[in-house]
């Protein structure tokens, strides 16, 4: 278990500095330490893992990169493909540690023929992820981005500025897992009755005053604010599409916080054309790729619906932003570092991710839950 290699892609500053703090006080991270009364346990003591950074983004160009160590470490740009998998079990890797809840980028199909186990962090803040949502709708409805950049250029003029209240507005979350739950809770604290969609009922959610399970034409036809809080899956890539926006209500807010492919692009730019959509706040989008965590200040983007969403003023982008608070960024450095321990010891995986066959997803109802 000593000196167990792990290589780390997509590395920013934060990432090293969370890591690394993981690593050096071992697995249950600083809380763990900070409670225990005694000393902890060895095998609670230290990962002895030894992290090898790097910033580029993994694929195959850079799968070599990784050679000779069993666990390699990625996050949600980066491509695991089949491509990139076959180059990683010829040199050596053994064990997939995604340092996220969704795991879309990866083919488990052909990790599972290779032999690669995949592990995520299936929970880490989901609060973090809630709160911005709800500053995404905040921001919209009272045009905060535009207020803040016009009062600094000493204009106080309150044209264009008109929002509404909230409270008493009729708020959908599409998935209602523990992430969709603390959503709920908080549009419930705004005074908005909450309507929520999930194949699987959370009786979390059912015991929330004023809120309602439906089925997803109500959700989409009933509310007047829609937040996806639901993983992205090969079922439900482009649940948002121009069938599912010709049934909501006019001028309807969308909140996406979960996976860009949730929603097709061009049909909700054609739906902020036509008014359809009043509002659109995004954390993620679906070639943010080739976008996100980079800084692109001084280049010309290419993308061209990116560009046409960003003209929009009733849109407010952000870069994927949402999980970004030290809780989440500690939570997900503990429990990455315990999954990568656990597989080094050959321990039970607790956060395990298993290919499913169509024959067995046919056999079950696919979930929408946070993610």
Same mark, same amino acid.
């Given at each position: 278990m000593r000196n167990q290699k792990v290589a780390v892609f997509s590395t920013k500053n934060y990432d090293r500095q969370f890591l690394e703090a993981a690593n050096l006080v071992g697995v249950g991270g600083a809380s763990a330490v900070a409670e225990a009364s005694q000393p902890l346990p060895?095998?609670?003591?230290?990962?002895?893992?030894?992290?090898?950074?790097?910033?580029?983004q993994l694929n195959p160009r850079t799968a070599l990169l990784a050679k000779g160590m069993t666990t390699v470490c990625l996050f949600v740009n980066d491509e695991a493909n089949a491509e990139t998998l076959k180059i990683l079990a010829a040199n050596g890797t053994q064990l997939l540690a995604l340092r996220s809840a969704g795991y879309n980028h990866v083919d488990l199909k052909t990790a599972a023929e290779l032999g690669i186990?995949?592990?995520?962090?299936?929970?880490?803040?989901?609060?973090?992820?809630?709160?911005?949502?709800?500053?995404?709708?905040?921001?919209?409805?009272?045009?905060l981005y535009r207020a803040y950049n016009r009062v600094r250029d000493d204009n106080f003029c309150l044209e264009g500025l008109l929002g509404f209240d909230i409270h008493g507005c009729t708020v959908g979350t599409i998935g209602t897992g523990e992430l969709g739950t603390v959503f709920a809770r908080i549009m419930q604290g705004f005074g908005c009755s909450v309507l929520g969609y999930d194949p699987y009922p959370n009786p979390d959610f059912a015991a929330i005053d004023s809120a309602r399970s439906v089925d997803l034409p109500e959700l989409l036809a009933t509310a007047d604010i829609i937040s996806l809080h639901c993983p992205l899956t090969a079922a439900n890539h482009h649940l948002i599409d121009a069938k599912a926006i010709a049934q909501m209500k006019s001028g309807v807010m969308l909140i996406n916080t979960s996976r860009g492919g949730l929603i097709d692009t061009k049909a909700a730019i054609a739906g902020l054309k036509s008014g359809k959509i009043g509002y659109l706040g995004l954390d993620v989008y679906e070639q943010e790729a080739d976008l996100f965590f980079e800084d692109l200040s001084d280049t010309v983007i290419q993308d061209d619906d990116f560009q046409l969403l960003q003209s929009f003023p009733?849109?407010?982008?952000?870069?994927?932003?949402?999980?970004?608070?030290?809780?989440?960024?500690?939570?997900?450095?503990?429990? &990455? #570092? $315990? /999954?990568?321990?656990? *597989?080094?010891?050959?321990? &039970? #995986? $607790? /956060?395990?991710?298993? *290919?499913?066959?169509?024959?067995d997803r046919k056999k079950s109802k696919k979930r929408v839950e946070s993610g």
């Open positions: 060895q095998q609670q003591q230290h990962c002895h893992l030894e992290l090898i950074f790097f910033e580029t186990v995949v592990v995520r962090v299936p929970a880490y803040s989901p609060y973090s992820i809630a709160e911005h949502a709800v500053a995404l709708i905040l921001m919209l409805n009272r045009k009733n849109v407010v982008v952000t870069a994927h932003q949402a999980f970004f608070t030290k809780n989440a960024l500690q939570s997900i450095a503990e429990t &990455t #570092l $315990t /999954n990568i321990t656990e *597989f080094g010891r050959g321990n &039970t #995986l $607790t /956060n395990q991710v298993f *290919f499913t066959s169509s024959v």
